[in-house]
């Protein structure tokens, strides 16, 4: 499941493009539940993809510098560590 919330978020259609009008202190906010793929990729000459994607074919894709991604994958080892999650 794939759920976006777009607070006070303004678009515009125009000649089949899709422009954001309005103040640019706006935010917006992506959850994607239950990923069945993830997969982690190089992008570019210096970021680091990672790519979740639902059984639906809802696709969340995040460039990451590289310190960013060691700081995930170190996440993630201290929750394996610590956390019940992954028993």
């Given at each position: 499941?794939?759920?976006?919330?777009?607070?006070d978020l303004t678009f515009e259609l125009n000649d089949g493009a899709i422009e954001h009008v309005g103040a640019s202190d706006r935010?917006?906010?992506?959850?994607?539940?239950?990923?069945?793929?993830?997969?982690?990729?190089?992008?570019?000459?210096?970021?680091?993809?990672?790519?979740?994607?639902?059984?639906?074919?809802?696709?969340?894709?995040?460039?990451?510098?590289?310190?960013?991604?060691?700081?995930?994958?170190?996440?993630?080892?201290?929750?394996?560590?610590?956390?019940?999650?992954?028993?």
């Amino acid at each position: 499941m794939l759920l976006l919330d777009l607070d006070d978020l303004t678009f515009e259609l125009n000649d089949g493009a899709i422009e954001h009008v309005g103040a640019s202190d706006r935010t917006a906010e992506v959850k994607l539940f239950d990923a069945d793929g993830v997969e982690a990729r190089e992008y570019g000459d210096r970021r680091v993809k990672l790519v979740f994607e639902d059984e639906e074919g809802s696709e969340v894709t995040i460039a990451l510098a590289p310190s960013q991604a060691s700081e995930v994958a170190r996440g993630i080892e201290t929750l394996e560590e610590e956390s019940r999650v992954f028993e």
